[in-house]
């Protein structure tokens, strides 16, 4: 007797629709394809139970002649794509054939349709795939597709459904992630009759934007373009301050087609660099426009899976246009408030009034205020809160700067630059400072510690579990040594000071070690001095680990907070 048999029609489609349907969203995700891709401009989309009862998806699109209809349900039927060369070209949402019979197999499914040449329509009924009728009716233009029961011949499956509530939630994600792209059209999403999304057609992308992360968000919006043969990315980004401890808010588009790939959130990770600390995500949305030809949206039967022909020019190109976006927008800030990077050259250059200080967190300190002849327009330093944060004028409202991350990072791109051209400039001690280890930390030390010799760091083992610091870079003037070795013994263990990612995040270290300290009492000049220098930065907006330095409040804000406008 043969062991290898052909399974029958039914378990084949059900095995299917595992694939393509994996809970009440992944229909509506399916449907919403058709309706898009048959030109619908009206989408309404009506769920009960979360979509386990009842989902139901109506749309005025092109619509199904009975002969369509009947077709419609077999499996790989579709009017996408006619031969193999077409699957190089899609540019449809839907073309695989698989989305009606696989949701048909598994529930009982009525299909009402009517294209609009037609005088009457057709409702086609089954249930588990199987047919059950197919009847004229009277029904508008359009299509619509009514899905009850869903899983209801595979209880397996519907006991791993959740909530109605969480299944919920992941339909009100799928219809909002469809509707992003197509601002065109009109979409409504109800459940148990009462509405719970609505998006309004409209010509206006920013609008739909609003409507999606809100009128906070989208108002704070940087637009991001680069364009080059066969390949257009422009994206909207929320500033680094808007960043969320989840990814849920970062939307990819290819070709209008929502996608969910690593490979480029990786790459929108890239472009927005040290802006964003460990673990943060930012808010926006990237539209990538490419030729069919080099792109493979035929990966995975969810139709979320691609793959590009030139990863690397597309990786490029989104972490470019995101990085001279954001770069240019500070860059812009900088010049209005700061009249340009050379602002706080004149304004400095007056010898300094006496005046009182904001009284500090720990006391109040008497010391120099700014110059009283200083232009309205150019930004005067006007105190020192807490001894933590520089607070100056600027022209159009209250610029605060924290003075640890500031001189953090400039303290970081000193160093790492001076690395990078081979010269770190170091100072011997007259002293040579003794340092007492733990005897794992003093073994590594023994055994490692001369790679440490390239960073300017010169150590001497002085017997035991004590060593000699000898020599440390001349940039590194308030680092506790000892803390800062033992911080960065582990690295040295592994080896990982060869990799480059590594090495920066020792100068990150180094940076944090030797930086100003928050409640440490500034002069006038030593502020200024420090502003001036963290402007000649190359990512003067944020430290090396990706907090802000600077935080801004218009004078429009303020007067807010006091309610001196509504």
């Keep these: 007797m043969n062991k290898i048999r052909i399974l029958a029609e039914n378990v084949a489609s059900q095995i299917a629709a595992g694939e393509v349907v994996e809970r009440p969203a992944s229909v509506v995700r399916e449907l919403l394809d058709n309706s898009i891709d048959a030109g619908a401009r009206r989408i309404l989309i009506s769920v009960e139970g979360g979509g386990k009862r009842k989902i139901k998806v109506s749309d005025d699109g092109s619509g199904m002649s009975r002969d369509d209809l009947l077709l419609c349900v077999e499996r790989h039927a579709t009017s996408k794509i006619r031969s193999v060369s077409d699957l190089f070209a899609v540019r449809t949402l839907g073309f695989r054939g698989e989305a009606l019979p696989s949701i048909a197999s598994v529930s009982k499914m009525e299909i009402t349709s009517r294209p609009g040449k037609d005088l009457a329509g057709h409702t086609f009924k089954l249930a588990g795939g199987r047919f059950l009728s197919l009847d004229e009716t009277g029904c508008p233009p359009g299509t619509s597709v009514l899905v009850r029961d869903l899983f209801y011949n595979l209880p397996v499956r519907r006991k791993f459904l959740r909530s109605p509530r969480t299944e919920m939630e992941h339909i009100v994600d799928t219809v909002t992630r469809w509707a992003l792209p197509f601002s065109d059209r009109e979409f409504r999403l109800d459940s148990e009759q009462k509405r719970v999304v609505y998006f309004p057609a409209t010509g206006d992308q920013v609008i739909r934007l609003s409507h999606l992360f809100g009128k906070k968000v989208a108002a704070a919006l940087l637009e991001a373009r680069e364009n080059g043969p066969g390949l257009n990315i422009s994206a909207y980004l929320a500033p680094p301050e808007f960043?969320?401890?989840?990814?849920?808010?970062?939307?990819?588009?290819?070709?209008?087609?929502?996608?969910?790939?690593?490979?480029?959130?990786?790459?929108?990770?890239?472009?927005?660099?040290?802006?964003?600390?460990?673990?943060?995500?930012?808010?926006?949305?990237?539209?990538?426009?490419?030729?069919?030809?080099?792109?493979?949206?035929?990966?995975?039967?969810?139709?979320?899976?691609?793959?590009?022909?030139?990863?690397?020019?597309?990786?490029?190109?989104?972490?470019?246009?995101?990085?001279?976006?954001?770069?240019?927008?500070?860059?812009?800030?900088?010049?209005?408030?700061?009249?340009?990077?050379?602002?706080?050259?004149?304004?400095?250059?007056?010898?300094?009034?006496?005046?009182?200080?904001?009284?500090?967190?720990?006391?109040?300190?008497?010391?120099?205020?700014?110059?009283?002849?200083?232009?309205?327009?150019?930004?005067?330093?006007?105190?020192?809160?807490?001894?933590?944060?520089?607070?100056?004028?600027?022209?159009?409202?209250?610029?605060?700067?924290?003075?640890?991350?500031?001189?953090?990072?400039?303290?970081?791109?000193?160093?790492?630059?001076?690395?990078?051209?081979?010269?770190?400039?170091?100072?011997?001690?007259?002293?040579?400072?003794?340092?007492?280890?733990?005897?794992?930390?003093?073994?590594?030390?023994?055994?490692?510690?001369?790679?440490?010799?390239?960073?300017?760091?010169?150590?001497?083992?002085?017997?035991?579990?004590?060593?000699?610091?000898?020599?440390?870079?001349?940039?590194?003037?308030?680092?506790?040594?000892?803390?800062?070795?033992?911080?960065?013994?582990?690295?040295?263990?592994?080896?990982?000071?060869?990799?480059?990612?590594?090495?920066?995040?020792?100068?990150?270290?180094?940076?944090?070690?030797?930086?100003?300290?928050?409640?440490?009492?500034?002069?006038?000049?030593?502020?200024?001095?420090?502003?001036?220098?963290?402007?000649?930065?190359?990512?003067?907006?944020?430290?090396?680990?990706?907090?802000?330095?600077?935080?801004?409040?218009?004078?429009?804000?303020?007067?807010?907070?006091?309610?001196?406008?509504?």
């Design 243 to 566: 960043s969320r401890n989840r990814g849920d808010r970062l939307y990819v588009y290819v070709n209008q087609r929502n996608i969910r790939d690593r490979f480029v959130t990786r790459a929108v990770l890239e472009g927005y660099g040290r802006r964003l600390m460990k673990g943060q995500y930012p808010q926006g949305v990237i539209f990538i426009d490419i030729d069919p030809l080099q792109v493979d949206v035929n990966i995975h039967p969810t139709k979320q899976e691609i793959r590009f022909r030139d990863g690397r020019l597309v990786f490029r190109k989104i972490v470019t246009a995101i990085e001279r976006t954001l770069s240019r927008e500070f860059q812009a800030f900088v010049e209005t408030e700061f009249s340009g990077k050379e602002s706080f050259s004149p304004l400095f250059a007056h010898e300094p009034a006496q005046a009182e200080f904001i009284p500090a967190r720990h006391g109040t300190t008497q010391g120099p205020g700014p110059p009283r002849d200083t232009p309205r327009d150019e930004p005067a330093i006007i105190g020192n809160l807490g001894n933590t944060y520089i607070l100056c004028q600027a022209r159009e409202g209250l610029l605060m700067v924290d003075q640890h991350a500031a001189h953090e990072r400039v303290v970081y791109e000193k160093i790492r630059n001076d690395f990078g051209q081979g010269k770190v400039q170091t100072q011997a001690l007259l002293v040579p400072l003794k340092l007492e280890f733990s005897l794992k930390e003093a073994k590594i030390l023994a055994e490692k510690g001369s790679l440490l010799s390239r960073f300017g760091i010169e150590l001497e083992h002085f017997g035991g579990n004590t060593f000699l610091l000898r020599e440390v870079p001349a940039l590194l003037s308030r680092v506790n040594w000892e803390d800062f070795l033992s911080e960065l013994i582990p690295d040295l263990e592994k080896g990982m000071l060869q990799d480059q990612a590594a090495v920066d995040e020792m100068f990150m270290l180094m940076a944090c070690h030797s930086a100003i300290r928050a409640r440490h009492s500034l002069t006038h000049e030593e502020m200024s001095h420090l502003l001036r220098q963290l402007l000649e930065m190359d990512l003067p907006s944020n430290c090396p680990h990706g907090r802000p330095i600077f935080r801004y409040l218009t004078y429009a804000e303020i007067e807010k907070m006091f309610k001196r406008v509504v």
